[in-house]
């Protein structure tokens, strides 16, 4: 079992930026495969960005303005996201699946956070 917690979310203006940082805890980090999703409300989740071993993947909408990292002696992975924009606005998990490879959608991930809200004023 994995388990995680999100932390970093709040309310920013358009144009600012936040730090989310997922917390796990359960098994081997290092090797595992671990994304960013987001949920605004009353549309299906979508994926944001993923990071196994040295790789990063990115959704065209945050390219450039997002970036996640892991740093595997805490088991925390971070998205840094800069530049946030009001549609950025969303509930965003966190998601890990105990094999190294890039995952981007929701059915190929094994354990999700509870979710943490980023709302972004215009």
């Known amino acids: 079992q994995v388990q995680l917690v999100e932390s970093g979310g709040g309310l920013v203006q358009a144009g600012g930026s936040l730090r989310l940082a997922c917390a796990a805890s359960?098994?081997?980090?290092?090797?595992?495969?671990m994304g960013w999703f987001r949920q605004a409300q009353g549309k299906e989740r979508e994926f944001v960005a993923a990071?196994?071993?040295?790789?990063?993947y990115y959704a065209d909408s945050v390219k450039g303005r997002f970036t996640i990292s892991r740093d595997n002696a805490k088991t925390t992975v971070y998205l840094q996201m800069n530049s946030l924009k009001p549609e950025d606005t969303a509930v965003y998990y966190c998601?890990?699946?105990?094999?190294?490879?890039?995952?981007?959608?929701?059915?190929?991930?094994?354990?999700w956070g509870q979710g943490t809200q980023v709302t972004v004023s215009s």
């Open positions: 990071t196994s071993g040295s790789s990063t």
């Open positions: 998601a890990a699946r105990g094999f190294s490879y890039i995952y981007r959608t929701v059915s190929e991930y094994d354990y």
């Open positions: 359960g098994r081997t980090f290092s090797g595992s495969a």
